[in-house]
């Protein structure tokens, strides 16, 4: 499995609240390029590209930047990952979206060293096996992971119940009677919870609960696959932008090495729509 895939299925989904609509997205960046990944719970677009499309992109959007393509990335690492991660400290850029065809292009406004800065990710639908990959063998295995859970969980009560029995018939009393419960019944309690909190706890709405209470075991069981992966192939684990030591020593070396051109207006750095 390539970085960049490999690392874009570690990451959990986010909550993107834009003006045009709400969606879930997960990004990946590193000095060789960025994978991301966004659904509105229809469908699913996705782009990764290398160092050599940042640069042309670069070029066509940003005509008074010139930097290394690692400079680009770091900025978009610095923009996307407030925005992704809800941090308290809200991100400087402008984010819109808008929808070509079956393409969705998310754009981002900001200022980079005191001029605009601008760009586009270009999004595609994503291929059935990357949904595949990214949602539905993740959601499968969090399923599995959620009924061990429950059944530990009901083991677990079996054994207080027993624990209760044995100081009842030694003779122990409760001090306060509304702590007393009643022995704890599989069927019976799965029953009432079908009926009773079902609808509540299975409301999916616009991804929202999904990002906001489940997100520990996403990465628990993507990381858990990401293993097994390695184990076939005998890959090692490949860090996030932030994360990456080898990174981290050029994050100051690539952003020092913006070179600011001032030939041309300031208009000549808007975008065409």
């Known amino acids: 499995?390539?970085?960049?895939?490999?690392?874009?299925?570690?990451?959990?989904?986010?909550?993107?609240?834009?003006?045009?609509?709400?969606?879930?997205?997960?990004?990946?960046?590193?000095?060789?390029?960025?994978?991301?990944?966004?659904?509105?719970?229809q469908q699913v677009w996705h782009e990764q590209v290398d160092t050599s499309v940042v640069s042309q992109r670069a070029k066509e959007l940003n005509k008074r930047l010139t930097a290394p393509p690692a400079a680009f990335l770091c900025h978009l690492d610095n923009l996307l990952r407030p925005l992704l991660k809800d941090t308290a400290h809200p991100s400087e850029a402008i984010?819109?979206?808008?929808?070509?065809?079956?393409?969705?292009?998310l754009r981002?406004?900001?200022?980079?060293?005191?001029?605009?800065?601008?760009?586009?990710?270009?999004?595609?639908?994503?291929?059935?096996?990357?949904?595949?990959?990214?949602?539905?063998?993740?959601?499968?295995?969090?399923?599995?992971a959620l009924q061990c859970h429950v059944k530990e969980l009901a083991t677990l009560l079996r054994m207080k119940d027993l624990e209760i029995q044995d100081y009842q018939e030694s003779g122990a009393m409760l001090s306060r009677g509304r702590l007393k419960t009643e022995p704890f019944e599989e069927d019976a309690f799965l029953e009432q919870f079908m009926v009773e909190k079902?609808?509540?706890?299975?409301s999916i709405g616009n991804g929202r609960p999904f990002v906001m209470h489940l997100q520990s075991l996403?990465?628990?069981?993507?990381?858990?696959?990401?293993?097994?992966?390695?184990?076939?192939?005998?890959?090692?684990?490949?860090?996030?932008?932030?994360?990456?030591?080898?990174?981290?020593?050029?994050?100051?070396?690539?952003?020092?090495?913006?070179?600011?051109?001032?030939?041309?207006?300031?208009?000549?750095?808007?975008?065409?729509?």
Not at 96 to 101: E, G, I, P
Not at 112 to 137: D, E, K, M, T
């Open 1 to 41: 499995m390539e970085e960049l895939e490999q690392g874009l299925l570690m990451q959990p989904w986010s909550w993107l609240q834009l003006a045009e609509n709400p969606l879930l997205a997960k990004a990946y960046i590193t000095k060789q390029g960025y994978a991301l990944l966004v659904s509105d719970l």
């Open 95 to 105: 984010f819109s979206c808008d929808r070509v065809a079956e393409a969705l292009i």
């Open 108 to 144: 981002v406004r900001s200022e980079l060293s005191g001029l605009p800065f601008y760009w586009n990710f270009h999004c595609i639908l994503a291929s059935p096996s990357l949904v595949s990959q990214h949602l539905i063998r993740p959601l499968m295995g969090m399923s599995l």
């Open 198 to 202: 079902l609808p509540e706890a299975c």
């Open 218 to 273: 996403y990465v628990a069981v993507t990381k858990q696959e990401v293993q097994v992966e390695q184990k076939h192939q005998g890959t090692g684990y490949f860090r996030p932008y932030a994360e990456n030591s080898a990174v981290k020593g050029q994050e100051e070396e690539a952003t020092g090495a913006l070179q600011l051109t001032c030939c041309g207006s300031a208009a000549e750095d808007v975008p065409e729509e």
